[in-house]
């Protein structure tokens, strides 16, 4: 065995020596600027977000105690952002315990404020000390003026540094130097207040992180809402024409609530608001520090709720004026008196339930409700410093006592229990569609479509099983599936022929064939055809007949090749368009003795009516099933008529991980729509059985077929209403693959520039200020343009290659990621234009006039 000194000799290696040098203390505001996010919760934009709510925050506290009337941001055009107010103003004595001024100790010092105890408020959004001295240190520069005891006094700081500045903005030369300055004595008349303005620096935060004003413009409107008192007002500078917008609400929650309640929602019952004073007791420390038990506080509530006729739900929660996002103990005491107070109602109400049915549950409640819940606490208590979520334990028995009284008062008094009976009947009728729809997802469940549950019949599924990896298109227009009657026959390299019901049910045997197509170049390749199946059954139909004799039935809008490479629409075509001809490799002598009885004149004279011209095109009053079939890797197939029709967006996907799922049209409006209606029209049922999770409140995002949903529409106004549509149709359905980050929206582009020479260079873009930019470069690099520069029309005009570079390919592809902005936005203009409020329409329409582009008007 080793001795002692042996066994230190042995283990203790200089280099992993770990001693009290090794150890770092950040001292001051190090500390924010070496874990940024301890302070403000991100590094992204958020967190550059976060530094203006922490500024803004301090003078709402002002606010709430009864001395601001008014605040004010600006977003300067240098980055800067100034939060102004007019409450009492900093204190800018000297502070006895640290020697400097009570403005240096707020922004200088951590958990340094007056929101610790004294009198300086009563409750406060800022708890914790470290706001706006997380914003000076990571500001390149931090500009405060107070207005206070008659006199204007300023401050400087760099990084936390206090000094002076020589000149404007962050750049200026900077001396380190004295602390706070008086510099002029107040105006007569002049308010008191604080004004700060700061420069946060990009080096703390990740690389593109900027503020989003669309996120400051909705603090300021929310807090406007939970501050009836004051007046805030929002001045952006950044953009060529500055704007201004002011956010008052007398009204306070109950105009809150008429403002987030969805468009288009109309109200079931009016909005119930809940006010009152309630205590509850905590652990605390005292003034030095020690813990007390059984330390009674009292707690303020004020709530707002109301039921609308829609499915979403909306509860935000707030406390001291500050969002909590994921809810807290003020949520559950809100929810739980609901859920308890509800239900009892529904089992105590004659004729609401039947025998043997189920109570409804908290999700049955809260279908169509839209409420704000907002506590004032003296020290809340949050799991972390951006105060998500609220965790102060006692608040949850204050709110559900208020809540509780009020809710059971409102279903007693004699003029309001009709209204109350009504929120009762949907709330029951809730539970109902959500037992229906569970009973069906277990249904579905146990026959999946691996298992051989029927999918739609248009449906193109890939082959991989992994969901990650897996895409869903949802295709505008079936024409992307091919569209031709059953007896259809299709040429085979065989030499014979076979219809598509015969090669579907070969397929259905195991059996593939090899057909003909062509590629980009016009030359005729063979090919397997692959999966040959029904697409759509009574479509309508035209009638194609060609110079040959020979006729073709399909639908109005499948695609023909013509001779020059291009598509055209089947009932677009006209008598003498020439088609792009499929010649067998048959000689003169087979098909003399074959055709013509050995009569090689009446052989040559046939070949020479044969050009494969369309004689002409007729409507059908008939409709039939039709089918498609799929080519791998090329745009088309030959039919045995000797022609070739187009096969568009089918072929260019990657048929292992990408499927597709064709929509005719444009899908119900699900914004006047209910839940019954929605799964009752064929789209949007199609789109919910295809998906496999399910719908409304049983949605379950884990059971979703595909990793990701993507929306492909033409660019083009049709195109944007059909999107705005689905998106609507997901956010009020599937909403959890909204937020979960999985739809997407394709972006097709509107041009395709090529130039001339030997090494051709091919640019996509998506507008016509684009277009015309990129056109203008390459020509100023010498490059000339084919002319005239092709516009695509819809997905239908790109061939295969096109398709997949630009639409569906990962690696090249164009598309955005929708967000729940995408779905306000989608639902204001759904409600806009096909609401049921009139004026708006018109007067939007009347501004909207100016604006049309009459030269791209097709009448």
């Known amino acids: 065995m080793a001795k002692t000194g042996e066994y230190d000799q042995l283990t203790a290696e200089p280099d992993t020596l770990y001693g009290a040098d090794d150890l770092t203390h950040l001292e001051g505001l190090d500390a924010v600027r070496k874990r940024p996010g301890m302070y403000i919760g991100s590094t992204d934009s958020r967190g550059v977000g976060h530094l203006v709510n922490e500024i803004l925050d301090n003078s709402t506290d002002e606010g709430v105690a009864g001395h601001a009337t008014t605040i004010e941001v600006i977003l300067h055009a240098d980055g800067s952002v100034q939060v102004d107010d007019d409450g009492r103003g900093i204190p800018t004595d000297v502070h006895a315990r640290s020697g400097i001024s009570g403005v240096e100790l707020v922004l200088t010092r951590l958990h340094a404020g007056g929101k610790f105890g004294g009198s300086g408020y009563k409750t406060s959004g800022g708890l914790h000390g470290v706001g706006a001295s997380a914003v000076n240190a990571l500001s390149r520069r931090f500009d405060v003026t107070v207005r206070r005891g008659g006199k204007v006094h300023a401050m400087s700081f760099q990084h936390g540094v206090p000094g002076v500045f020589d000149g404007d903005g962050p750049d200026?030369?900077?001396?380190?130097g004295p602390g706070l300055q008086v510099v002029r004595a107040m105006k007569r008349g002049q308010r008191t207040g604080t004004s700060i303005r700061y420069w946060h620096d990009p080096r703390y935060f990740e690389t593109g992180a900027a503020l989003d004003h669309h996120a400051v413009r909705a603090k300021l409107r929310h807090t406007a809402f939970l501050v009836p008192g004051?007046?805030?007002?929002?001045?952006?500078h950044t953009a060529q024409e500055p704007t201004e917008e002011r956010f008052h609400y007398p009204n306070g929650l109950t105009d809150m609530v008429e403002f987030l309640a969805p468009a288009g929602d109309r109200p079931v019952s009016g909005t119930l608001l809940v006010t009152g004073e309630g205590t509850y007791r905590e652990n605390a420390a005292d003034a030095n520090g020690v813990m007390q038990s059984n330390v009674q506080r009292r707690a303020e509530v004020e709530i707002a709720f109301r039921w609308g006729t829609g499915y979403e739900r909306t509860v935000e929660c707030f406390t001291n004026t500050i969002r909590n996002a994921h809810g807290g103990t003020h949520r559950k005491g809100f929810e739980r008196a609901l859920a308890r107070t509800l239900a009892d109602a529904v089992r105590n109400a004659r004729g609401l339930l039947k025998a043997k049915?189920?109570?409804?549950?908290?999700?049955?409640?809260?279908?169509?409700?839209?409420?704000?819940?907002?506590?004032?606490?003296?020290?809340?208590?949050?799991t972390s410093q951006t105060k998500d979520e609220l965790s102060t334990a006692g608040i949850t028995k204050v709110v559900q006592g208020l809540v509780e009284q009020h809710v059971k008062s409102w279903l007693d008094d004699r003029k309001t229990r009709t209204e109350a009976r009504t929120v009762l009947q949907k709330i029951v009728d809730a539970s109902r569609v959500r037992l229906t729809q569970k009973q069906q997802k277990d249904a579905a469940r146990r026959k999946t479509a691996l298992e051989g549950a029927a999918m739609p019949a248009k449906l193109v599924d890939c082959r991989a099983t992994g969901v990650d990896r897996s895409e869903l298109f949802i295709v505008e227009g079936d024409s992307a599936l091919g569209c031709f009657t059953g007896d259809t026959k299709v040429a085979l390299a065989s030499g014979g022929s076979r219809s598509f019901a015969e090669l579907a049910d070969d397929w259905q045997q195991g059996v593939t064939h090899f057909g003909y197509t062509t590629n980009k170049a016009g030359g005729v390749v063979v090919?397997?055809?692959v999966e040959p199946r029904l697409t759509k059954r009574n479509a309508p139909l035209v009638r194609v007949t060609l110079d040959n004799g020979e006729s073709v039935r399909c639908t109005p809008d499948h695609l023909f090749r013509l001779r020059d490479g291009s598509y055209r629409r089947a009932d677009a075509l006209m008598p003498g368009d020439s088609l792009m001809p499929l010649y067998r490799s048959l000689s003169s002598e087979t098909a003399g003795q074959k055709l013509y009885d050995g009569d090689y004149a009446r052989l040559r004279e046939a070949a020479a009516l044969v050009n494969h011209q369309v004689a002409s095109v007729e409507p059908l009053d008939e409709t039939a099933d039709v089918y498609?079939?799929?080519?791998?890797?090329?745009?088309?197939?030959?039919?045995?008529?000797?022609?070739?029709?187009?096969n568009s967006a089918r072929v260019a996907r990657t048929s292992e991980y990408q499927a597709l799922l064709p929509i005719r049209g444009k899908i119900l409006n699900v914004q006047k729509a209910n839940?019954?209606?929605?799964?009752?029209?064929?789209?949007?049922?199609?789109?919910?059985?295809?998906?496999?999770?399910?719908?409304?409140?049983?949605?379950?995002?884990?059971?979703?077929?595909y990793g990701r949903v993507l929306i492909m529409a033409d660019a083009d106004v049709d195109g944007a209403h059909i999107r705005t549509l689905l998106i609507t149709l997901f956010a009020r359905y599937m909403r959890p693959l909204i937020e979960a980050g999985r739809l997407y929206a394709a972006m097709p582009p509107l041009h395709k520039i090529t130039t001339k020479g030997r090494n051709p260079e091919t640019v996509y873009t998506y507008t016509q200020a684009e277009m015309e930019s990129t056109v203008r470069r390459l020509e100023k690099a010498g490059k000339q343009i084919v002319t005239p520069v092709p516009r695509f029309k819809g997905l239908g005009e790109m061939d295969a290659e096109e398709l997949w570079e630009t639409t569906m390919n990962p690696a090249t592809r164009a598309v955005r990621r929708i967000t729940l902005d995408d779905v306000d936005a989608a639902e204001?203009?759904?409600?806009?234009?096909?609401?049921?409020?009139?004026?708006?329409?018109?007067?939007?329409?009347?501004?909207?006039a100016d604006r049309v582009d009459r030269d791209a008007i097709d009448a």
């Open 172 to 176: 200026a030369p900077f001396t380190p």
């Open 230 to 236: 004051v007046s805030y007002t929002l001045r952006d």
């Open 357 to 382: 049915e189920e109570a409804p549950t908290l999700d049955d409640v809260l279908e169509g409700m839209t409420a704000v819940v907002h506590v004032r606490v003296p020290e809340p208590q949050f």
């Open 527 to 529: 090919a397997p055809l």
């Open 628 to 646: 498609d079939l799929t080519v791998e890797g090329y745009h088309n197939f030959a039919l045995e008529a000797g022609v070739f029709v187009h």
């Open 675 to 705: 839940l019954q209606q929605v799964l009752d029209n064929a789209e949007c049922a199609a789109i919910v059985q295809v998906l496999g999770a399910g719908s409304g409140r049983t949605f379950d995002l884990s059971a979703l077929r």
């Open 828 to 848: 204001r203009i759904l409600e806009l234009l096909m609401g049921e409020k009139v004026e708006p329409r018109r007067k939007w329409l009347i501004d909207s």
